[in-house]
């Protein structure tokens, strides 16, 4: 695609959890429970009018699904407040002095009084039914490969809590999360390629972690794009979780929203009017009584209703390809699965398929009068849940006839995305009334401006120098969550590189074949790395130890040493393993003399690798091997 002839368009959210000691408005630690809930309660949730008497689409969207909440919680991680049961504390100091931090170094302006706003939100992660959000600062901008790139504001505001589980009309929510402090970076447009905001957003990721007060590891930071092409809407996409995604999404996007328009054109040019798509659903269950295909034999098994609907002038393009993952068929099969809560639809541009016959589909046709430009959608459920989801697939299908309609929608593992609801308006948003504003002080951010830290590009140039890294590694090191980890352990003697080396490529091998190296704490490995510092180890040994413990997180290195058997051989055993590999090989020292030392230093350190240093296992294999051809 020629981007800058479709006119796109991006700007970014980057939503980056806080690395503080309290949650954002109450004293509870920001931490996670991995183990059962203490307890659980039950909740639901409906919108309200702003104070202008209006009510935001996208929260009467997330009412009308009509879902029971189910909240898990555990005492040590919420109290009241995440109940919703008890006011908010004050905003949170530390969280704001970081949200100040970044704003200064991206020159941004602080706003004189930072007020308290709710937002309303309705899709149960959050218990009172709107996430609070602070304006910290405005303007500002970021610097990427010579070209300044504006920002819109810098935020903070409380992580949703986290969805565990979702079966039918009830949602499960676990409460550990809700609360965490979050600064939320807001760009401006400029975006106009998915390589330039892709670099664009590793940019704010790398200031972000600069601070070295935001949270590490996969799920504490998140991406939202809003992309557009000219004569196309703004699309928000939620969630991109995965740096390395955010370019394919961004294409994707830009693909998807240009087969839009495409289609549109193409419903013109077949004359086919909005009017004549209609909420006309037909009973068909009749034609498809004595069906093989398991997913309608089992609704009407179920005493449920298998419905069609005439989608005049589709044929072709219900099936279109909008981009890798999704068709013009799988966005009428979102909506009827959000409206009506059924598990998707079948359209004739994919039949015959999935046990549907060739005769069934003439048949159909037939009996719903349809012609061979129609394309027919046909749903499986009880019949009130039919009804409602062939309602949501005509509103979609009328919405095609004029291209991209605006809509919020959820990133997909690879990089394609799905309709999740309507793009919320401006009466979601309203002030807190429990949470008094909080003065931005110039003596305040006199102190903020002297600790600022190093930019990225600058700490890369003195890690290179003062550890003598090559830059690839100290690239690595850096834009890591365990720089500070490395800088304290370098400073104790051990091996820069080896640190580098362990805690970028290492773990990075591990995480990949399946080992759970989230579960290492800090100090299993400064442990470790003191076990090799203090020659109770050897280097070789670090990745068997590091699983270990990653699958042991209880225990501790001296632990896994022994549990391993991984200690250094004391020298009086490395010399009887080396004297008995000497006695064994004797003939080969007799053939080659010295040139027999390659083949038995290999020897040797196939059975002491791990236990023994090298430079220890040489001395000692040299001097029998001289010793041998002296006596010979």
């Not at 106009?192 to 590891?217: D, Q």
């Not at 470790?528 to 997180?553: H, Q, Y």
Request: overall charge negative.
């Amino acid at each position: 695609m020629d981007y800058k002839e479709i006119g796109l368009t991006v700007g970014i959210e980057i939503h980056q959890e806080l690395d503080t000691k309290h949650k954002l408005f109450c004293s509870c630690p920001p931490k996670l429970n991995q183990g059962e809930p203490d307890f659980t309660f039950r909740r639901r949730l409906r919108p309200s009018q702003s104070e202008l008497g209006e009510i935001d689409p996208a929260a009467l969207f997330e009412f009308l699904k009509g879902k029971n909440i189910i909240y898990q919680a555990n005492h040590d991680s919420i109290c009241l407040v995440e109940m919703d049961e008890e006011p908010p504390g004050p905003l949170d100091p530390e969280a704001l002095d970081i949200a100040l931090v970044f704003s200064i170094m991206c020159n941004a302006s602080p706003v004189d009084e930072v007020q308290v706003m709710r937002k309303t939100v309705v899709d149960g992660s959050n218990t009172g039914g709107f996430q609070r959000t602070s304006v910290v600062s405005l303007g500002g901008n970021v610097e990427v490969n010579g070209k300044k790139y504006n920002l819109e504001q810098v935020a903070i505001e409380e992580d949703a809590a986290r969805k565990i589980d979702e079966k039918g009309d009830e949602i499960t929510y676990r409460l550990d999360r809700l609360g965490i402090p979050l600064i939320e970076v807001t760009t401006a447009p400029e975006m106009h390629s998915p390589e330039e905001t892709k670099a664009v957003a590793a940019r704010i990721g790398a200031l972000l972690r600069a601070t070295k007060m935001v949270k590490r590891g996969i799920g504490t930071i998140r991406q939202d794009v809003n992309v557009s092409i000219i004569k196309g809407s703004i699309i928000e996409i939620k969630g991109v979780q995965d740096l390395s995604l955010l370019d394919t999404v961004v294409e994707y996007e830009a693909q998807r929203q240009l087969t839009l328009k495409k289609i549109a054109e193409e419903l013109s040019n077949r004359n086919i009017k909005i009017d004549e798509i209609r909420v006309e659903p037909v009973d068909v269950t009749e034609i498809f009584r004595n069906t093989d295909s398991r997913i309608l034999k089992n609704a009407i098994s179920k005493g449920g209703k298998v419905y069609g609907l005439k989608l005049r002038g589709f044929k072709g393009l219900t099936g279109k390809e909008l981009c890798p993952g999704r068709r013009l068929g799988t966005e009428l099969s979102d909506h009827a699965k959000y409206r009506g809560g059924v598990r998707g639809i079948f359209h004739t541009d994919e039949l015959p398929r999935y046990k549907i016959t060739f005769e069934e589909v003439e048949s159909l046709y037939g009996f719903m009068d349809a012609d061979e430009n129609d394309a027919i959608v046909i749903v499986a459920d009880e019949e009130e849940k039919c009804i409602l989801a062939l309602d949501a697939v005509v509103e979609r299908a009328r919405q095609a006839f004029y291209g991209v309609p605006e809509e919020t929608r959820s990133a997909n593992p690879d990089g394609s995305t799905r309709y999740t609801r309507p793009r919320p308006g401006a009466a979601r948003m309203y002030p807190e009334t429990d949470v008094k504003p909080v003065l931005i002080s110039q003596d305040r951010l006199r102190r903020i401006e002297d600790i600022l830290p190093e930019k990225p590009e600058v700490e890369l140039k003195r890690i290179q120098s003062d550890y003598n890294l090559n830059e690839k590694l100290a690239s690595q090191i850096v834009d890591s969550e365990y720089i500070e980890l490395f800088e304290e352990l370098a400073g104790e003697n051990i091996d820069p590189t080896l640190l580098a080396v362990t805690l970028t490529e290492d773990l990075t091998m591990l995480r990949r074949e399946g080992v759970p190296v989230e579960n290492l704490t800090e100090e299993h490995l400064y442990d470790v790395f003191k076990l090799v510092a203090d020659e109770r180890t050897a280097k070789e040994s670090l990745p068997g130890i590091l699983t270990w413990l990653s699958e042991n997180p209880e225990d501790n290195g001296e632990t896994a040493l022994k549990t391993l058997s991984l200690g250094m051989l004391n020298s009086e055993e490395l010399d009887k393993i080396i004297n008995s590999i000497i006695h064994d090989k004797v003939s080969l020292i007799e053939e080659r003399g010295m040139g027999a030392f390659g083949p038995l230093m290999g020897i040797v350190m196939s059975q002491v690798r791990g236990k023994a240093n090298p430079n220890q296992v040489q001395e000692i294999l040299q001097k029998y091997i001289e010793e041998r051809c002296n006596f010979f």
